[in-house]
């Protein structure tokens, strides 16, 4: 465990080198991409479609930047066996440290966009609160195993499945707009309301939510998604754990 352990923070350690290496305004693009989404959308929605929601650009923020951070880690991870395929034949370690690693880098370039957040917050009126000291580490610890529970599944599938990436892509793309990221949750239609049961990322977002907009937290949605969490998680470990052996001999 210990040797994992380290290994993790290795691979962290160069993920976090090389990502931005020789790009000009290095760790600032984490914050960028989610802030120019926010722009168009906020163009799009606010000033064309004239939507009423209010402050709807702090509801950008709050929905883009922890969702850049899920969508990054599962399109990250579908490839993140073969992209090491080199490492996977000449080097016994375990593999899951990669997955880790990945899932750990994804989760740093959200921890450089709270700042960002933070001015938003503010800028609407929102203070930190008591309920911070429990809501900030459930929602962290909720959207990482989430996140390495499909990235596990993901990386593992695509091993053996190489269409799996396009797919990812395809099923990221429409969670997108079935999750409340651009729009607030209380708006979804009662009777369409189930849908979002289905949908594990629909309560981490009501999370975030709960944190930096002081909402009202919906506990039967985030009883779902933390359902969701453990679901994938154990999904994702015993995927892993039955088809590790053959790695070396389909990469």
């Given at each position: 465990m210990e040797h994992a352990r380290d290994l993790v923070i290795v691979l962290l350690q160069k993920?976090?080198?090389?990502?931005?290496?020789?790009?000009?305004l290095g760790y600032f693009w984490s914050v960028l991409q989610p802030l120019a989404m926010a722009m168009v959308f906020?163009?799009?929605?606010?000033?064309v479609l004239k939507n009423n929601?209010?402050?709807?650009?702090?509801?950008?923020?709050?929905?883009?930047?922890?969702?850049?951070w899920?969508?990054?880690?599962?399109?990250?991870?579908?490839?993140?066996?073969?992209?090491?395929?080199?490492?996977l034949k000449r080097v016994a370690f375990p593999r899951f440290t990669l997955v880790l690693a990945?899932?750990?880098n994804e989760m740093t370039h959200f921890f450089f966009c709270l700042p960002v957040i933070g001015?938003?917050?503010?800028?609407?009126?929102?203070?930190?609160?008591?309920?911070?000291?429990?809501?900030?580490?459930?929602?962290?610890?909720?959207?990482?195993?989430?996140?390495?529970?499909?990235?596990?599944?993901?990386a593992t599938a695509n091993m053996f499945f190489r269409d799996m990436e396009r797919l990812v892509g395809l099923a990221m793309m429409l969670a997108?707009?079935?999750?409340?990221?651009?729009?607030?949750?209380?708006?979804?239609?009662?009777?369409?309301r189930w849908i979002m049961y289905l949908n594990p990322f629909a309560?981490?977002?009501?999370?975030?939510?709960?944190?930096?907009?002081?909402?009202?937290?919906?506990?039967?949605?985030?009883?779902?998604?933390a359902a969701w969490g453990v679901l994938l998680l154990a999904g994702g470990t015993i995927l892993y754990n039955r088809l590790k052996w053959r790695f070396a001999e389909v990469v």
């Open positions: 993920e976090l080198k090389v990502r931005y290496q020789a790009t000009v906020l163009f799009a929605f606010k000033i929601v209010e402050d709807y650009p702090l509801v950008l923020i709050t929905g883009l930047f922890p969702w850049q899920m969508s990054n880690s599962v399109n990250v991870g579908s490839g993140i066996f073969l992209a090491n395929r080199s490492l990945a899932a750990l001015v938003f917050m503010l800028w609407y009126g929102h203070r930190p609160t008591a309920e911070w000291l429990y809501l900030l580490p459930a929602a962290f610890g909720l959207q990482i195993i989430t996140a390495i529970g499909l990235m596990l599944i993901v997108f707009y079935l999750t409340p990221i651009i729009y607030p949750s209380d708006i979804v239609p009662e009777n369409m309560g981490i977002t009501g999370m975030w939510r709960a944190v930096f907009q002081n909402r009202p937290l919906d506990l039967w949605l985030t009883a779902s998604s």
